[in-house]
């Protein structure tokens, strides 16, 4: 990318407060429409939150809640046995020791 002066770059972020300026401006009255809908639907912040007020789970995913640990050390580490296996364990099965004398 080119270097710009100081001017060109004034100019430029002129520009874009202007532009931001503009969106800005859209989104209030895109707020009011979602709000009428929602009063018009009987639909609640809770409803799109959930009854906890927490937030979705991303792509609809639910959450499994906690899991339970499979492999402790006697240094305390621990891993649940899902995803890329820990580095502590790795370097103990390097080292001979069998995974399954991690087991909990």
Known sequence: MPKLSA?????????LQQQLA????NKAPAIKKVQALM????VTLADLTGATGAQPSPK??????????????????????????????VEAEKAG???ESFKI
């Open 7 to 15: 001017e060109a770059l004034k100019s430029r972020i002129a520009a």
């Open 22 to 25: 503009a969106a800005e401006k």
């Open 39 to 42: 009063k018009k639907l009987g």
């Open 60 to 89: 609809g995913k639910k959450s499994a809640g906690t899991i339970p640990v499979k492999y402790r050390d006697d240094a305390g580490n621990t891993w649940t046995g899902r995803g890329k296996t820990p580095r502590w364990l």
């Open 97 to 99: 020791k069998n995974r």
